[in-house]
């Protein structure tokens, strides 16, 4: 019976540690010391309530002006679920003669469930406030010391400079692909005849020996400005002759397309390939400039 | 047809961002004179009233400073009355503080002058003017240090940390704003 009793006391009393309306509640202040003159103050409440109940705004405190020297620069209450933050950004305007205990003044945050209110006090909180200037005041040329004017600040150019950079590389840009688009690189691609055309013949075989033969004689003959055979090999040293290195080479290239292509019975071998490949890899050496 | 297109859009953007240079190189050279007119009225040399007059919010605070250096105060003052609420928060904090400034050192001269009727509503608008910077810049510490520098040239009398008197007062200004019954009446 005894038991009983104890257990049925235990249950009631958990019952109302669940019927509580407030779950959780807590003030969070900085350090109570340390201020002056013109300080801010945050002070941050956590409100965490049964489902069902919710907190009246207007019970907070207005932002203005508190008392004479205590001002509410900003109140912002951030709900999530039932949980409630409630931030106040207080300031302070006190002139103290030596380090004073102040108190920013309680309230009561009221909550309500339904046609029911609920009262959740939250406490007065007392720091102190330090003095800026001695007792005995200093004395400057004018008279009492007292800080100078703040100098004007500078018209800020960072703007107007990420705008002109912008501006010019966008114009650069654009200018230079329309000057390609008109022609004006002509030199350019020039430089990239033999890598564009090893690019090609990576992808043949011995099989299209004819084409890779095609794909070689347009490169040349895009290099000389026309077409270009054995007998103009002269000519065309006299005008590029940093490719008269790999005389030989080229001669075999022209001796062997001729067979290749006007003799009967000509069969292509996996070498032959490998030999124009080698010619074109001395071409693009010296067009780049490295042999 | 998509070729011309592109030919021309190629041309217009062209045109669009030279004229984007033009125009950031003539705000930039804007920039720059008036930086130096702002440096030259630091250094004390008074500058032309026309190129002040609808100029920046800061060429007209540096006009303001350079009136205070002169002890030209009611110039300063009305110059920097056109600028509060120009420009960004911290400009505007600079603003007050200067205005404060100003006020307070009339307030001085008054005061040392034994003038106390004129000091002190001049203190009270110094106040007013470095609570103002401050609350948009709490962390000007040249701004806290002139409050309390006027704060003391004007005290602030009434009790502050008793919170019992300061709830009498509130009941009795409560009382005060209730209209009372008219009595003797028949």
């Avoid at chain 1, 019976?1 to 009393?13: D, H, Y």
Wanted: aromatic letters at 10%; glycine letters at 6%; charged letters at 20%.
């Amino acid at each position: 019976m005894r038991i009983l009793l104890i257990m049925v006391l235990s249950l009631l009393g958990c019952s109302g540690s669940i019927d509580e309306p407030v779950s959780y509640f807590n003030v969070e202040t900085p350090r109570p010391f340390g201020y002056v003159n013109g300080d801010e103050i945050p002070q941050r409440i956590i409100i965490e309530t049964r489902s069902g109940i919710s907190l009246q705004p207007g019970s907070l405190p207005v932002k203005g002006q508190i008392n004479r020297w205590l001002n509410l620069n900003r109140v912002t209450v951030k709900q999530t679920g039932q949980r409630y933050q409630i931030d106040l950004l207080y300031q302070v305007f006190y002139a103290p003669l030596e380090v004073k205990s102040l108190t920013l003044p309680g309230f009561t945050v009221q909550l309500s469930q339904g046609e029911k209110s609920i009262s959740q006090n939250v406490p007065a909180w007392t720091f102190t406030l330090s003095p800026l200037r001695e007792l005995v005041v200093r004395q400057s040329e004018q008279g009492e010391y007292m800080r100078p004017d703040s100098p004007p600040p500078l018209l800020a150019n960072t703007q107007a400079l990420y705008g002109l950079a912008a501006s010019l590389s966008v114009a650069v840009l654009i200018a230079v692909y329309l000057a390609y688009l008109y022609g004006c690189f002509s030199g350019m691609s020039r430089r990239t005849l033999f890598k564009r055309t090893l690019r090609k013949l990576a992808g043949l075989s011995e099989a299209d020996m004819e084409q890779a033969l095609t794909v070689v004689h347009h490169a040349l003959n895009s290099l000389n400005g026309q077409p270009l055979f054995l007998n103009r090999l002269g000519e065309f040293y006299r005008r590029n002759p940093q490719y008269l290195q790999i005389n030989s080479q080229l001669a075999w290239f022209f001796n062997y397309s001729n067979r290749y292509f006007f003799s009967d019975a000509m069969i292509a071998v996996a070498q032959d390939l490998q030999q124009l490949k080698e010619l074109c890899e001395q071409c693009r050496k010296i067009e780049r400039g490295s042999r | 047809m998509i070729r011309t297109i592109r030919h021309i859009t190629l041309w217009a953007a062209l045109a669009l961002s030279l004229a984007a240079f033009v125009y950031s190189a003539g705000a930039l050279y804007g920039i720059h004179q008036n930086n130096d007119l702002i440096r030259q009225l630091v250094s004390g040399k008074d500058v032309a009233v026309n190129k002040v007059i609808g100029g920046e919010p800061e060429l007209r605070l540096a006009r303001a400073f350079y009136f205070k250096q002169k002890h030209r105060y009611d110039e300063a003052l009305s110059t920097l009355s056109l600028i509060m609420d120009k420009s960004g928060r911290d400009f505007q904090a600079k603003a007050r503080y200067n205005l404060g400034n100003l006020y307070l050192e009339q307030a001085m001269q008054q005061a040392k002058a034994m003038n106390i009727n004129e000091a002190m509503p001049l203190a009270g608008l110094a106040k007013q003017a470095y609570r103002q910077s401050l609350a948009l810049n709490s962390g000007d510490w040249d701004a806290k240090y002139n409050l309390e520098v006027a704060m003391r040239l004007l005290p602030e009398m009434d009790r502050v940390d008793m919170p019992d008197d300061e709830l009498k007062n509130q009941k009795s200004q409560l009382w005060t704003t209730v209209p009372g019954f008219p009595r003797g009446l028949p």
